[in-house]
């Protein structure tokens, strides 16, 4: 079992929308943390693996950021949030009043107390059931084209209230946009979510 911590390494924090998925649009603070041996070839935050280089920040601190912001939500992620203990940090947030999300590739055990689980699977470490079956929204990456199959898997395996995303990844969207579009006209189920945060250049 994780320790509880007082304190977790945060690489960077900041109040904007929410880019992605269900709470596309929202006032949301994000919270995020150092640390993620996932390793996709195609990461974004390839600054966050390496928790040792964030500084620790007392859990405290980190809410009151979003309390001062009066931030409705706040988002953990990361790097991957997971491969820390987040008990402290969600019932803290809780206890203000503060809605707790969390965006995770699930590749390690469930902690916290969360109000919206994204789950974002990634190939290079599977997602564990434990995060699977607690998922409120599946958001698969497309890459390419063999990623619908892939997509469809973790479909099967969550429950059936979770939501189902599909989002192009940001460098390959020119080619992969169309072939989204046609999946989803034929499997309706699924919903497209854009990283809209990059088309408006906001964090
Ligand atoms: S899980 Fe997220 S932070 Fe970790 S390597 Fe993949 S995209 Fe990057």
Known sequence: MQKVNASLPLMEHFYTLQGEGRYTGH??????????????????????????KHPLVQIESMVKFVIDN????????????????????????KKN??????????????????????????KFKAPLPEVIQKANELKVVIFNKTDFEWAEKFAAAVSP???????PEWSKSGEINPLIIA?????????????????????
């Open 27 to 52: 006032a949301s603070y994000f919270l995020r943390l150092g640390g993620c041996d996932v390793g996709c070839v195609w990461c974004d935050v390839k600054e966050s693996w390496d928790a040792s």
């Open 70 to 93: 009066n931030a409705p939500i706040a988002v953990i992620t990361g790097g991957e949030p997971l491969m820390h203990n987040l008990d402290e940090l969600t019932l803290t947030l």
């Open 97 to 122: 009043g503060i809605r707790t999300h969390i965006e995770t590739s699930g590749a390690h055990p469930l902690s916290g107390d969360w109000d919206w689980i994204c789950l974002s699977p990634k």
């Open 161 to 167: 209230a979770c939501m189902l995303y599909l989002q």
């Open 183 to 203: 999946y989803i006209k034929k499997n309706p189920q699924w919903i497209l979510s854009l990283q809209t945060h990059k088309f408006l250049d906001i964090p």
